[in-house]
């Protein structure tokens, strides 16, 4: 810091620090559409996310001149945007995609193959950020449902009693 003094401090203090936490960088994608179906737009998800997407939405707008619209929301990693573009311009009929970068905050996930008497139900456990939560994989939930006669709650309560009793044991 050297001899000379000063009538205040002359020097610099930083700190490096890492969360510990899950964080990472997320490509937003983004465009207008204004003349595509439901049903156009539902197979342009599925391929969005065969693409690469880990999220696709969209949210009803209105455009110019007061035309309805939809806003096709689409979140990829960095590795994979080239391909999602492509996508995007190729199973939708924008001309025009916005690009954005954003940091993404996620909970550490863990899937489990649960035994029930139900067949085996994958579990999926996220942790982090000072919360833990389970949540029964749907197809599995689904599929308990439709061999059971019973909608999704009854099947989620049912594995909750089976899964509580064999926890008590």
């Known amino acids: 810091m050297g001899t000379k003094d000063f009538p205040i401090a002359n020097?610099?203090?930083?700190f490096l620090a890492q969360t510990g936490q899950n964080q990472d960088e997320i490509c937003e994608l983004n465009c207008n559409i204004d003349d595509m179906t439901g049903e156009e737009l539902g197979f342009a998800m599925e391929e969005l996310f065969e693409a690469g997407a880990?999220?696709?939405?969209?949210?009803?707008?209105?455009?110019?001149?007061?035309r309805p619209g939809t806003l096709l929301h689409v979140?990829?990693?960095?590795?994979?945007?080239?391909q999602v573009v492509r996508a995007i311009f190729q199973y939708t009929?924008?001309?025009?995609?916005?690009?954005g970068r954003s940091h993404r905050y996620v909970l550490d996930c863990k899937i489990n193959q649960v035994q029930?008497?139900?067949g085996d139900v994958r579990l999926k456990r996220s942790e982090g950020y000072g919360v833990e939560r389970?949540?029964?994989?749907?197809?599995?939930?689904a599929r308990i449902a439709r061999e059971n006669h019973m909608s999704l709650?009854?099947?989620?309560?049912?594995?909750k009693a089976v899964i509580e009793e064999d926890r008590l044991k």
């Open 116 to 118: 029930t008497p139900y």
């Open 11 to 14: 020097c610099v203090r930083a």
């Open 93 to 99: 009929t924008t001309i025009g995609i916005r690009e």
């Open 134 to 141: 389970c949540k029964y994989e749907y197809e599995d939930l």
């Open 54 to 66: 880990v999220e696709v939405f969209t949210v009803p707008i209105t455009m110019k001149k007061s």
């Open 153 to 159: 709650l009854q099947a989620r309560e049912c594995l």
């Open 75 to 82: 979140l990829c990693p960095g590795k994979n945007r080239e």
